[in-house]
């Protein structure tokens, strides 16, 4: 799995230190509000897990499993609900957690169907973001790193379903995904 790896972006001790100024960053700005973290499966899971470890203000957690990519490297543009919330979210102040925002098309999917559902607010935190791919236009309002235009790989994110477990973001060798 390793061997797949042309070079490590960012080591687990960066993740993990700019995890903890987010973490600290949003129990400042939600202090008294009804903060819910929505994670967005599958990619987000361990971003989600270390992050709320390291918010200090009462939350709740719901995930929601969405996916655009299947086993391609591009958004297919068309995003497919696999399992919805489990909980209503009803004034609630949503902050939505993702592994990465590349097209955008995901983040702006699921924005657009929680404004419907009476929530308070809705904010989005992001580990990663790639500006170069953007095509719908979203506000990400807590932004781990930005990274460039290249497969990356890693604490969370997946190519076909691999090397989620890595603990640290990656490079994909060109060879891995052509
Ligand atoms: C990936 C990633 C984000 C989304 C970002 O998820 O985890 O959720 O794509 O891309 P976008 O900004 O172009 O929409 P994916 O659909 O691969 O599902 P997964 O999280 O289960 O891997
Ligand atoms: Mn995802
Ligand atoms: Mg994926």
Redesign the pocket.
């Known amino acids: 799995m390793e061997n797949d790896v042309k070079g490590v972006l960012i080591d687990a001790t960066t993740l993990q230190k700019r995890i903890k100024e987010l973490g600290q960053e949003i129990s400042k700005d939600y202090k008294g509000r009804n903060l819910l973290l929505i994670c967005?499966?599958?990619?987000?899971?361990l971003f989600m897990a270390d992050l709320a470890q390291n918010i200090t203000i009462p939350l709740e957690m719901d995930f929601m499993?969405?996916?655009?990519?299947?086993n391609s490297t591009q958004?297919s543009g068309e995003?497919r609900i696999?399992k919805d919330l489990s909980s209503s979210i009803e004034n609630k102040d949503l902050l939505i957690v993702?592994?990465?925002?590349?097209?955008?098309?995901?983040?702006?999917?699921l924005i657009k169907l929680f404004k419907n559902r009476g929530v308070k607010s809705i904010k989005v935190c992001s580990l990663l973001e790639?500006p170069a791919?953007?095509?719908?236009k979203?506000d990400i309002d807590y932004i781990g790193f930005q990274v460039p235009d290249e497969f990356v790989v890693g604490y969370?994110?997946?190519f076909a379903?691999k090397y989620?477990n890595l603990p640290y973001i990656g490079v994909l060798k060109e060879e891995i995904y052509q």
Not at 133 to 136: D, K, N, P, Q, Y
């Open positions: 967005v499966l599958k990619g987000a899971v499993d969405v996916t655009s990519y299947g958004s995003v696999l993702e592994d990465i925002v590349d097209s955008g098309l995901t983040l702006s999917y790639k791919r953007r095509i719908a979203v969370g994110l997946d379903e989620r």
